[in-house]
């Protein structure tokens, strides 16, 4: 069973900054598309950033030119640079990993910007 855990959330100022990892327990290689999602109280799961491994990277418009998602083929992980954090960004992050059909889920990482 394939096991996703994120890591680095935590409370941050608004206008400051956070990096999030992403660490699946197989290379990203197999996997066919890595991205984030979050979710803040009382809502429901949004999407983030989408990453096709190896090819290209989108984002929801609300972090275009804030956050950037990257990986790391070395260590393995999947990052979210974000930059520029205001309170609207905060919720529970997470990284959904999919090899076709199937897609895995991490338990999430928490932000919380405050203003």
């Known amino acids: 069973q394939v096991q996703v855990v994120e890591s680095g959330g935590g409370l941050v100022q608004a206008g400051g900054s956070l990096r999030l990892s992403c660490a699946p327990s197989e290379n990203i290689a197999a996997f066919n598309i890595m991205a984030w999602y979050r979710q803040a109280p009382g809502r429901q799961r949004e999407f983030v950033a989408i990453?096709?491994?190896?090819?290209?990277?989108g984002y929801t418009d609300s972090v275009e030119g804030r956050f950037t998602a990257s990986t790391d083929n070395a260590k393995n992980i999947f990052y979210l640079q974000m930059n520029s954090l205001k309170p609207e960004d905060a919720g529970v992050y997470f990284c959904n990993a999919r090899q076709g059909m199937r897609a895995y889920w991490g338990q999430g990482t928490q932000v919380t910007v405050s203003s």
């Open positions: 990453h096709t491994v190896g090819v290209n990277t």
